[in-house]
């Protein structure tokens, strides 16, 4: 069964503390890894999307790279207002089906 | 440009009524998705309208839960008979094509009382 893992669920960092958030899959035919911020009470805002390992991806203070199993979200220096939820997304391959599989997400809480 | 529009953008209603959900894609925007959001779960797949395909409806809860697309823009999600189960945040999205990233709307919150 296709399934994407995050981890940490939450994550708290002082302003200026580097750390990566973890995103795991299992998919048949990966066809687009994708990263997604969401603050509370609306949609999620797309990032990033990674398609083949070793590619990699940078906005600002964040950087995605991409495994054979894994997805990597770094963030450099974080500022406060890098505080969100951020998700993470697979795309497979195959069927009519065009979904994108979700995980749960990971609570990122950046303190000044 | 306008991003994807939902409404109404929160929703109370009674257990055992029917409501509809609207969302307005992204203009020239051909994929069109419905995902379910519950408190601490994921996204959850509902349905999805490609063109002028039968859309893939393997998502759907329950055939409670029906979505349309009319001319292949404007979509309606509708669940029939609400239950208590069926409150959630309900996020439309639409991507350009079929291998493009989706673009979300800020949801339809369903509280059912």
């Known amino acids: 069964e296709d399934q994407v893992t995050q981890s940490p669920e939450a994550l708290r960092l002082q302003e200026g503390e580097s750390s990566s958030l973890n995103c795991s899959y299992t998919v048949s035919g990966l066809r687009g890894l994708f990263w997604y911020r969401q603050d509370p009470g609306k949609g999620p805002e797309f990032l990033f999307t990674l398609y083949s390992a070793g590619e990699e991806k940078e906005k600002e203070r964040l950087k995605a790279t991409l495994t054979k199993k894994e997805s990597f979200l770094h963030i450099t220096a974080p500022k406060p207002e890098d505080s969100a939820t951020y998700l993470c997304a697979a795309r497979a391959l195959g069927g009519a089906t065009n979904k994108l599989i979700f995980g749960t997400g990971t609570l990122l809480a950046v303190q000044p | 440009g306008a991003g994807v529009s939902q409404s109404p953008s929160n929703k109370v209603t009674e257990k055992g009524k029917d409501v509809e959900l609207r969302c307005d894609p992204i203009s020239g925007h051909t994929a069109l998705y419905w995902y379910r959001q519950s408190l601490g779960q994921g996204l959850e797949f509902l349905i999805y309208f490609q063109g002028n395909s039968a859309p893939d409806k393997s998502g759907l809860p329950s055939d409670r839960f029906s979505a349309e697309r009319t001319g292949g823009s404007v979509s309606t999600l509708t669940i029939q008979r609400t239950q208590q189960e069926d409150s959630a945040v309900y996020l439309c999205?639409?991507?350009?094509?079929?291998?493009?990233?989706?673009?979300f709307g800020n949801g339809t919150r369903l509280t059912v009382t």
């Open positions: 999205a639409s991507s350009l094509d079929r291998g493009a990233p989706l673009h």
